[in-house]
């Protein structure tokens, strides 16, 4: 995925991309059809190297009466112009043909002699083979259900068919916004193999919902004047590099370890104390300047011998955490990391957890005790500058089964203002809801990074820089992609698996 600058941050909506689309053309003095065309010229590139990747003999573009369509019919110009095997679909419609979809469709007939064949029945559905390229230019961004009869099943044709689909700007069918919780299972969207967005992930892109339609999707910038985002307000956000890089990592030269703080990490159980080593080696590599990890007594020689460099507080038992230490000689916590469920640990957690008064990350198997409890019907408060890191399914078990990616993107919001805390949802572009309601996805990561004790290693992480003095908002986001960066360039090595001590090993390199 191409990453944007640092002022393409903001997610818009629909209604939103259209105003910078227009806030573009009036201010930068380009039609219409010109920046029209600035986003076909991005995208051809991208398409010709795919054609020459996967060996494509034809393709197939199918075009609605809208923009979208415009896009295709000034796509099948270019690459036709550029000597590839181009067909042309046009799909009988009682929408309004839009004038630079008109436009283009002109151009494309007396400038490449093509002349696109038209679709007004189920008769005139093609044959698309395993060497054809369909380029979806149905709907776009501006595509709405319910379908016509006709637009259904061509897009039902196009999924049963062998041939690679590749999308302009959105899979036709699919919403690009997540204002509400919508049963896909219910609608009919093309299901591509790549999908090349404009300016800016669809928001919808970024849920595990959307992949089976979207694919692989990139980010094309076609050049929309970045200065409309100061007036524009947004909620959702993208977490990209050049943010990143706007909050310092500092290291004072008259500074000590008790300049960076001390990490009380509460972790482990009889037979799972790698968790504690590797939430506690996260932590140092992270800068951190004291841990201290609380584990069962089984776990000394263990934790001692693995990570010298950290200290160990000792649990009265030997194989599960049964009392957790007061929290006042440390300047941050973390607790979870492969603590288990034990009764004895699950009425130490709750019983301390209304005590704490420092920042505090909680992740792993302290989740599952708590969302237990919430299921239980037992009250949860919890601290003041909170920092939560479930999973999926370890976040189900708090707020109940979901069946798709944005119902629960949804309760995580509503959870994380309705408790005044920091909710780190894992996974692909995993999301971060604050207090105030606003939402952030990561850029970084890829699936290396589903592998044992990964989990544990973040917690570590954005501990580490609570303990520094970050506050739960910025080591979030620091964290978050810090940890999905170490696995973008281990992957850039061309390495096709990891260990989570892997991780380890890249953060100071990358700090």
């Not at 996967?54 to 112009?81: E, M």
């Not at 034990?342 to 599952?368: H, R, Y």
Request: with cysteine.
């Amino acid at each position: 995925i191409k990453i944007l600058p640092f002022y393409c941050m903001k997610l818009y909506t629909a209604e939103q991309i259209h105003k910078w689309d227009q806030y573009t053309i009036k201010n930068a003095r380009i039609s219409s059809v010109d920046l029209m065309e600035k986003a076909v010229l991005r995208c051809e590139e991208f398409i010709l190297n795919f054609i020459q990747k996967n060996r494509i003999n034809t393709v197939k573009i199918f075009c609605g009466s809208g923009n979208n369509g415009g896009d295709g019919y000034a796509l099948a110009r270019r690459l036709a112009l550029a000597g590839q095997m181009v067909i042309v679909y046009h799909v009988e419609s009682k929408r309004v043909t839009s004038n630079e979809n008109q436009t283009n469709y002109f151009r494309l007939i007396h400038e490449s002699n093509i002349q696109p064949k038209l679709i007004k029945s189920t008769n005139d559905f093609p044959n698309l083979e395993k060497n054809d390229l369909v380029i979806d230019a149905l709907l776009g961004i501006g595509g709405t259900h319910p379908l016509d009869e006709l637009l259904d099943g061509l897009i039902k044709h196009i999924n049963n068919s062998v041939a690679k689909v590749l999308a302009i700007d959105v899979p036709s069918g699919l919403p690009a916004d997540i204002n509400e919780p919508v049963d896909l299972d219910n609608l009919t969207i093309i299901k591509a193999n790549e999908t090349l967005t404009f300016q800016i992930p669809k928001t919808f892109f970024l849920l595990a919902d959307a992949y089976p339609y979207t694919g692989n999707f990139n980010i094309i910038d076609i050049g929309l004047l970045p200065d409309f985002e100061y007036d524009e307000n947004s909620s959702v956000y993208y977490i990209t590099e050049e943010l990143i890089k706007q909050t310092p990592f500092n290291r004072p030269k008259f500074s000590n370890k008790g300049t960076f703080g001390h990490l009380l990490i509460i972790s482990g159980s009889y037979g799972k104390f790698g968790a504690a080593v590797l939430a506690s080696q996260g932590a140092l590599r992270t800068g951190c300047g004291l841990v201290t990890t609380h584990i069962p007594s089984s776990g000394n020689v263990i934790l001692q011998t693995a990570i010298p460099e950290a200290m160990v507080s000792i649990d009265d038992n030997e194989k599960v955490i049964s009392k957790i230490p007061s929290d006042e000689n440390y300047t941050a916590i973390a607790v979870g990391p492969g603590i288990g469920t034990d009764a004895k640990t699950t009425e130490a957690l709750l019983t301390w957890l209304p005590s704490v008064t420092k920042p505090i990350v909680i992740d792993a198997d302290a989740l599952n005790i708590i969302g237990n409890a919430i299921q239980n019907g037992q009250d949860i408060s919890f601290p003041e500058n909170c920092i939560i890191t479930p999973h999926p399914k370890e976040f189900d078990r708090m707020i109940g089964t979901c069946k798709y990616s944005i119902n629960r993107l949804h309760k995580q919001i509503e959870f994380a203002t309705k408790y005044n805390i920091t909710i780190i949802l894992k996974g692909a572009h995993t999301s971060i809801a604050m207090p105030n309601g606003e939402l952030y996805f990561n850029s970084s990561g890829n699936p290396l990074l589903a592998t044992a004790g990964s989990g544990d290693v973040l917690s570590g992480i954005i501990s580490s820089l609570l303990a520094q003095g970050y506050n739960t908002s910025d080591a979030s986001k620091i964290g978050v992609y810090l940890h999905g960066k170490c696995a973008d360039v281990f992957l850039s090595k061309g390495k096709k698996t990891m260990l989570a001590s892997d991780i380890i090993s890249m953060i100071p390199e990358l700090l």
